[in-house]
Nanobody, 115 residues
Framework: QVQLVESGGGLVQAGGSLRLSCAPSGTMFRFNAMGWYRQAPGNQRELVAD???????DYADSVKGRFTISRDNARNTVYLQMNDLKPEDTAVYHC?????????WGQGTQVTVSS
């Protein structure tokens, strides 16, 4: 069974940094697009950033210039480097991936930014 496993969330003060990681288990096949979504209480899940297998990236306007998505295709792992974090970045961050026509979601990792 294919699963995406996130790590790297936590509590940080405003202006700080965190790095999230996401790696799959249960498959050796390379994911196509991979990305990060987030959901704050009372809000809908929203795209933060995604990256294709070729390295093309897309970012939400709210994180441009502060967050960087990258991937290691050899490890089938995607990363999200988050700098200059703001309280409004507080949310559960979910990894997302597309593989062979199916979509997969991680359980999520909590990111809390204190002011």
């Amino acid at each position: 069974q294919v699963q995406l496993v996130e790590s790297g969330g936590g509590l940080v003060q405003a202006g700080g940094s965190l790095r999230l990681s996401c790696a799959p288990s249960g498959t050796m096949f390379r994911f196509n697009a991979m990305g990060w979504y987030r959901q704050a209480p009372g809000n809908q899940r929203e795209l933060v950033a995604d990256i294709t297998s070729g390295g093309s990236t897309d970012y939400a306007d709210s994180v441009k210039g502060r967050f960087t998505i990258s991937r290691d295709n050899a490890r089938n792992t995607v990363y999200l480097q988050m700098n200059d974090l703001k309280p409004e970045d507080t949310a559960v961050y979910h990894c997302h991936g597309k593989l062979r026509g199916s979509e997969y979601w991680g359980q999520g990792t909590q990111v809390t930014v204190s002011s």
